[in-house]
């Protein structure tokens, strides 16, 4: 701030820029000396870069030796010793309040002015007469912050909501009430607030406020339902399947009272997730993962957070089972009556069902090693194809080669 002689004084007022002290003069009294230093100035105390509706004004008084703010009996007695005699508020220089006297404050509505930058002076004036300017930039701000909330209607005790506020301003404060008692507080413009940890399973209301530097407040309000029960469920393919290809993992028999919101699980140190349209399913490709015995995690996650693991173990098979011809007629063999036919099939981890097919379509189906089918030509007319398929436990399914014969 620049007095009359010309000195620099800067101190900091909240969130605004330092201020200019001007001496702007005035007719001295008689005797008085009108080049004299400033016996005594002020600026503005509590000012904010943004204001909106009815607010007190404060200032800062300051002298040639000290400062402080003009709201004690101490600095009361300063001004009287150093002979403040009356403060006056403008606004882009129109007069909007004065004070001559102690707590020395101005209550200024600038709830009717346009949204616009506003400059205030705090113009002070002294026993000797001397006038002084002390100015800095603000302005007239009536929009309520934009205000995001991520909930979905469902919380439990200490749970997480993650708030997004926007302004013009700034945002100062962003409250989180339950039931109208805030609950958790932040200062930052994106934020984690946190539910009660006490709070207990039922109905609540749940808001968010957010504030502006000038005072505008933005609210997001709805209700919600209070699960502090983590769910139950099973989860298939069954612990001891054998699996292969995708493998979809599915939550079934779900009893929860928020439901379940998604579902994670960790195969072979990968963890899959569902998809929001699908909840309860989570996919995974086993294809490129080496077979063997898996231990899988199924991590179900409620809508109010609430998680449940259950761990299964599986078998992963991805390679095809071998099957052939352990006894039967020759390829283009001639057959006037019904013949035998087994068949060989081997796989790491098991042999399901071993199918016999004439002419394309399954005629029979043995799961029982040795794998024995009888055929009767006379089903099949003249000339007829056999060839056999095995599948293991996983599904895997291979053909073996096909043998014609006529009769």
Known sequence: MTGKTGRTI?????????????????????????????????DIWNGRSAYHGPTTVQFFLMTDTVGYPLTSDKAYAAAAEHGLARIDLLADGVLVGTTTEQPWTITWDPSTLPEAPVRLTARSYDQTGHIFDATFSSSVDHTAPTLRVYQNGYIRAGGE??????????????????????????????????????AINGPATLAVRARDTAGNVAEYRRAVLVDNVPPAFTITPASGAHVRGTVSFTASGVRDASGIGSLEVGFAGTWYSSEPAAPKVARVDTRGIPDGRKVVQCTAFDRAGNTTTIKRTVTLDNHAPTVTFAKAPKNKARVSRSFPITAKAADRYGIARV???????????????????????????KKFTVHLRAYDKAGNLKNSSKRTYRR
Request: aromatic share 6%.
């Open 10 to 42: 800067r101190r900091g007022i909240a969130t605004l820029a330092s201020a200019t002290l001007i001496a702007v003069g005035a007719a001295s009294p008689a005797g008085a000396d009108s080049t004299a230093d400033p016996t005594v100035w002020v």
């Open 161 to 198: 909501i993650y708030v997004e506020a926007a302004d013009k301003s700034r945002i100062t404060r962003i409250d989180l009430l339950a039931d109208d008692k805030i609950i958790d507080s932040s200062a930052a413009s994106t934020t984690l607030l946190h539910w009660d940890r006490n």
């Open 355 to 381: 199918q016999m097919l004439v002419n394309g379509k399954v005629v029979a189906t043995d799961s029982k090693a040795g794998y024995r089918f009888t055929i009767n030509p006379k089903k099949y007319g």
